[in-house]
């Protein structure tokens, strides 16, 4: 009985250690590779949501070409509403050149519509 939940024990540990490491690996990565904007398009609040006084923060995944246009973009996190006015946005944006592909998050903020 004893060795058993030593084993659990243990198993749980190196699990969590392994978790944590490759937690930290992707957030290194992120910061590293990402590029600057060379010019960028504000994405237009969607009526609707205006209406709805829906705010908040979307973030979109996007995959910039060695030039530094937006090859493809894909939501990771917003409502629904906001998704797309920010997708149509970023796929305007420029990035400075580099020698291959890469990937980063962008992140919208949206307020209210309070003013």
């Known amino acids: 009985m004893r060795s058993r939940w030593t084993r659990i024990v243990l198993a749980s540990a190196a699990s969590t250690m392994l978790l944590g490491a490759c937690a930290f690996g992707q957030t290194g990565t992120t910061d590293e590779g990402k590029r600057k904007v060379k010019s960028k398009v504000a994405p237009a609040y969607p009526e609707l949501a205006r209406r709805m006084n829906i705010a908040g923060k979307v973030k979109i995944e996007v995959v910039i070409s ?4 937006v090859k493809s973009s894909r939501a990771i996190g917003g409502h629904p509403l906001l998704v797309q006015a ?11 050149a580099a020698p291959e592909e890469s990937t980063q998050v962008v992140e919208f903020d949206f307020a209210g519509s309070g003013s």
């Open 66 to 69: 060695p030039d530094g246009h």
């Open 86 to 96: 920010c997708q149509d946005a970023v796929k305007e944006w420029k990035f400075v």
